[in-house]
């Protein structure tokens, strides 16, 4: 395998990445990960190691990455509930069912799952790395294209919420997330139907707020209570109503 990874990290260019899969169906033997990531980051210093062991990430490791959850949840069964507080973090998951090719495989994930995946992971300080596979030929089927075409346009409206942000001040939860940056905090309304949005304290003095979309002002009353969000009416195909909070 070594010998393997010696050729593709010299023989191809500049290598972004190499993440790790397997090892759960082992987890005590000894993978020899200390030779193999040396070799890596001799040969390619810049390039990403990134393990899918469900396990503590180890020296070496640059993200840690969970499968099918969010960090530090384990829905799935098979993930370590330690988030490290010293690596980037990855959300990984597919966009059917299957993590490589499967022509028998239909159960496709609707633009708007993957635009929730998309955003609570974000909420939750994490890359989303999204996993689809090709046909025999290189080519990726239209049902992929669809759907990254169509979050694509939705990215092109609320992007700006999610590239270049954080985890935002507010633990996620079932109504939505929180993202934010230096002058702003994104509150991303998934679930609520309510026109008020109560919200624990923050500790930023708000100045206002206004619907990320549109441009409408949001009426927002901050007490050391919490903060409340008189929230603008969701449209039918509206996913995540975004609220931008400017902060002083």
């Known amino acids: 395998m070594n010998g393997q990874l010696r050729e593709l990290l010299t023989n191809y260019g500049a290598i972004a990445g190499v993440w790790f899969d397997g090892m759960w169906d082992k987890p005590n033997a000894d993978?020899?990960?200390?030779?193999?990531?040396?070799?890596?980051?001799?040969?390619?210093?810049?390039?990403?190691?990134?393990?899918?062991?469900?396990?503590k990430p180890r020296p070496g490791e640059d993200a840690q990455?969970?499968?099918?959850d969010l960090p530090g949840d384990n829905t799935a069964g098979f993930?370590?509930?330690?988030?490290?507080?010293?690596?980037?973090?990855?959300?990984?998951?597919?966009?059917?069912?299957?993590?490589?090719?499967?022509?028998?495989?239909?159960?496709?994930?609707?633009?708007?799952?993957?635009?929730?995946?998309?955003?609570?992971?974000?909420?939750?300080?994490?890359?989303?790395?999204?996993?689809?596979?090709?046909w025999p030929n290189g080519e990726i089927q239209d049902e992929f294209q669809t759907r990254l075409r169509t979050v694509g346009e939705w990215l092109a409206k609320y992007g700006g919420s999610i590239y270049g942000t954080r985890g935002g001040p507010l633990a996620p939860a079932d109504w939505g997330v929180t993202t934010q940056t230096v002058t702003r905090i994104y509150v991303h309304v998934l679930k609520w139907n309510a026109?008020?949005?109560?919200?624990?304290?923050?500790?930023?003095s708000i100045a206002g707020?206004?619907?990320?979309?549109?441009?409408?002002?949001v009426d927002v009353a901050q007490s050391p209570s919490g903060v409340v969000l008189n929230l603008p009416a969701a449209t039918k195909s509206e996913v995540d109503r975004v609220i931008v909070l400017s902060v002083n």
């Open 31 to 55: 993978w020899h990960l200390d030779k193999t990531y040396a070799l890596i980051h001799q040969l390619q210093p810049a390039a990403l190691i990134i393990p899918n062991h469900h396990q």
């Open 195 to 204: 026109p008020l949005l109560a919200l624990p304290p923050i500790s930023k």
């Open 209 to 217: 707020g206004q619907d990320l979309v549109t441009g409408a002002k």
């Open 79 to 134: 993930n370590t509930t330690f988030v490290s507080d010293a690596l980037p973090l990855e959300s990984c998951n597919t966009l059917n069912g299957s993590w490589g090719f499967n022509i028998g495989d239909t159960k496709y994930k609707s633009p708007e799952e993957i635009e929730e995946m998309l955003v609570r992971a974000a909420g939750n300080n994490s890359n989303l790395c999204s996993i689809l596979a090709r």
């Open 65 to 68: 990455t969970f499968e099918r």
